[in-house]
């Protein structure tokens, strides 16, 4: 059984790569690295794995896991520049597949080691990455 | 190869253990255990896994698969109070996970062992549930 | 210039008239009749029109129409019964219709007669109103 | 008879007014005036009205439409930041009912007079606005 | 008050004016005008707008304008060939503005003439026409 | 780490086996096998599942999966009729399963080997399909 609770965040960012120029990234990363950062509306679904509790009929109460996701992720990235911010990003370039990684690294140590996590993030209507651990 | 159908429902529940007295199914519930019901627009998705039939080009034939959601599902569950009208939950509380549990033991009996089942339930647009089988 | 905020609750109801028997309520409301209730998602689109106030660039700040919608309109029928736990409807049958207008009549006294306010509300997917008032 | 295109794009921005200090955009417009910017997916409705032309049963090609609103704004906004990057919000705080005049003024000089425009920007799932002109 | 009912259905077509040759459709509709047709699933939006009738509490019973729809609408082009299969455009070019003013007039001989109709149709997620009558 | 691209195209299609009758057709396929052709705005979305390449911080950069769909699917299949203007259904009954099927090999030849693919393509609102290879 797999449960889902999703959540928006609203975030700058721009793709960069310190060890590279400005030419090298902008080839590399397009319009998605002009300099003075761009934004998305990131939708995120947090997927948690297990069995019912036959208790409550819960996987997990969806109420928790909202609040876990809400402290966790949606206060340290709201109406945040990813890069300029957020200590996660300042060495680490804040793709989406970037940005899922570290989602998923946090959730895992809020959520009981008996459930499996899936993160699912989308940037655009067109563009989304899903991460399951490694 | 996988295939989808999608229907809906609309039903009234509450969240509640008939074990605990009112108090505790209030604390663990929240407003989801309120005395008097309320509702949601459940939004059903069917997978069905299995080998194209090389006759028809389909998997199973999507209004097949529809009517039998319709019959089984819609039919029985939709402006229901599951509480209530539905002998499936006089002793199951009707969380979004056993809703799809029992979603998917109705379904199981109708479509033939050959084909793996997955029910997909969202019961907002930010709760959603996922069965495929024990 | 309108600007406009989405805000979603979950309820119960039944469609019912209290001059007619429950044979004629059938008839007339069909399955929305069905005495145990049964639920929706409501989705709530607020529309204020007005101009923009130079000194901030908003014509209602959308923090503040949200505070208002989630005072007045989310506490009030979320997670609730709207026949049996809401008093607007004692004597009023919660059709989309009526509920709209209910909504419009609150929120009226809660923003400024100087912006003309429309009420859009959708109780499934695929039925929805709008009110703008008389 | 209106016709509408929708396109969408990305794009950094931060509310803040220049004549106030730190302290007091931060009152006013809470984590929106986060100095390091955050951003959105802007997704763009133009509407124009006017009637079919029986030559071709457009009232406006929408490929023309879509030309000049890749054109004139997709071009200009996608993948800016909007306060720093973009001279039409260098005295102007970019809300979303601002960016919505400014848009609307662009497109204006490129349509023909007999035709109405109006133009919804949603900003995030949950708000939006509409200009018409004045 | 207005009431919306929202129905779907897939159709092919091509765009295509009889009195030209096929270098001259090509160069005004384009694609639009390949001789093998293609389709969309158009989404249909109706709104009634009249003043709600006290003894049911609807402007017009949802479940009937459903039913008008169904027969009227989808049933004479749902998995049609507009251009072949539809006497409606046999002189006329099935372009989405076309197409809502054809359903408009439909329409209008079964609702009520005490009513007002808009239609909203789209054929894509991008494009999108509304007609209300002359 | 999977991500995921998302296009979209408009075709015609019938449903039709060739060493079937008509009425066979008719049977079997209902009115998907109307001689004239309907259409559907298909909804493709790519998954590529593989490792984060440490240099960029993506799977595969979403602007070359991009340029791949839409040079690869949706050139070849956008406003066309697939039964008639396109050889890969010449043989081949286009239902949903067999058109992800042949987008699934036809990327398979363009995207390395290192990856794993997932088609999911959605026919309507209610009907979908995944391939992930044999």
Redesign the interface.
């Known amino acids: 059984?797999?449960?889902?609770?999703?959540?928006?965040f609203?975030?700058?960012?721009r793709?960069f790569?310190q060890e590279w120029d400005d030419a090298k990234n902008l080839e590399?990363?397009?319009?998605?690295s002009?300099p003075?950062?761009?934004?998305?509306?990131y939708a995120l679904?947090v997927?948690v794995e297990g069995e019912?509790d036959p208790?409550?009929?819960?996987?997990v109460?969806?109420?928790t896991l909202?609040h876990i996701i809400l402290e966790e992720i949606v206060e340290r990235f709201?109406?945040?520049?990813l890069n300029?911010?957020c200590p996660e990003f300042k060495d680490?370039?804040?793709?989406?597949?970037?940005i899922?990684?570290v989602i998923w690294n946090i959730l895992r140590k809020r959520i009981d080691d008996k459930f499996k996590i899936e993160v699912q993030l989308s940037e655009?209507?067109?563009?989304?990455?899903?991460?399951a651990g490694l």
């Open positions: 059984m797999k449960i889902c609770r999703r959540e928006t609203n975030a700058a960012h793709l790569k590399v990363f397009g319009k998605c002009y003075n950062y761009h934004g998305h509306n679904e997927w019912i208790n409550t009929g819960f996987v109460d969806l109420k909202k709201d109406h945040k520049n300029l911010d680490l370039n804040p793709t989406a597949e970037n899922a990684v655009t209507e067109k563009n989304k990455v899903s991460f």
